[in-house]
């Protein structure tokens, strides 16, 4: 079946501008998550959805970070006044439920580049 | 704070010998315990994880794991190197209770033909 797909995959902008990230985890997963990876870093966590709710944003750096799940299935993460120390690449997992030893699988990415 | 450590950012290992890759992890309590290859330009694929099931765990391409509490390990090893093998791989932790996965820096695996 499908794997979790993320766009764009690769997004380039301007210091200042406004960028949408996109993620369509695996159909039927309830649980979504959000990571950043840094060039040489593992995967940091930013946040994560149960349904339509996040329930743990902990990870998000700051107020210019806001992610949306509306329907429970497509999540959005939005960055306002981006800065060049937010590129990075940014992941998506989705799992069947939350909870345990439950699998995150992840998708392929989307490398931001803020100039 | 929960925190994972592997040794060693870059491994060079020769085509058929062992891999070893070191992971630690800091927790009062045993953690589930997870580890993930990543290809270039490609996202993270679970290779096996630690569910407290059992302390030895075999994963996919090969790979196995031990989970030993009392040296608050995970290492992963493959007996024979293979050419594809190269790639990055992560260590992660997750606690009970807490659904975020908290990843390593990371292993960067060379095979030297």
């Known amino acids: 079946g499908a794997g979790v797909s993320q766009t764009p995959s690769n997004k380039v902008t301007e210091k200042g501008k406004y960028v949408e990230l996109r993620c369509d985890p695996i159909?039927?997963?309830?649980?979504l998550y959000w990571y950043r990876q840094s060039l040489g870093q593992g995967p940091e966590f930013l946040i994560y959805?149960?349904?339509?709710?996040?329930?743990?944003d902990s990870g998000l750096p700051n107020d210019r970070f806001f992610a949306v799940r509306p329907e429970g299935s497509v999540s959005t993460l939005k960055i306002q006044r981006t800065e060049r120390g937010d590129s990075a690449v940014y992941l998506c997992a989705s799992s069947l439920e939350a909870g345990g030893s439950e699998t995150q699988y992840f998708g392929p990415g989307t490398r931001l580049l803020v100039l | 704070a929960q925190s994972v450590t592997q040794l060693g950012s870059h491994v060079s290992v020769s085509e058929g010998a062992l891999v070893l890759l070191r992971c630690n992890y800091s927790?009062?309590?045993?953690?589930?315990l997870f580890w993930y290859v990543q290809y270039p330009n490609q996202g993270l694929q679970l290779l096996l994880k630690y569910t407290s099931a059992a302390t030895l765990v075999k994963g996919i391409n090969g790979f196995e794991a031990e989970f030993k509490k009392s040296e608050t390990s995970f290492h992963l090893t493959k007996p024979s190197a293979h050419m594809s093998d190269a790639a990055e791989y992560f260590c992660?932790?997750?606690?009970?209770?807490?659904?975020?996965?908290?990843f390593g820096t990371g292993t960067r695996l060379t095979i030297i033909p």
């Open positions: 927790s009062s309590v045993p953690p589930y």
């Open positions: 959805f149960q349904g339509t709710g996040a329930a743990d």
């Open positions: 159909s039927g997963h309830t649980a």
């Open positions: 992660a932790v997750k606690n009970f209770g807490n659904e975020k996965l908290t």
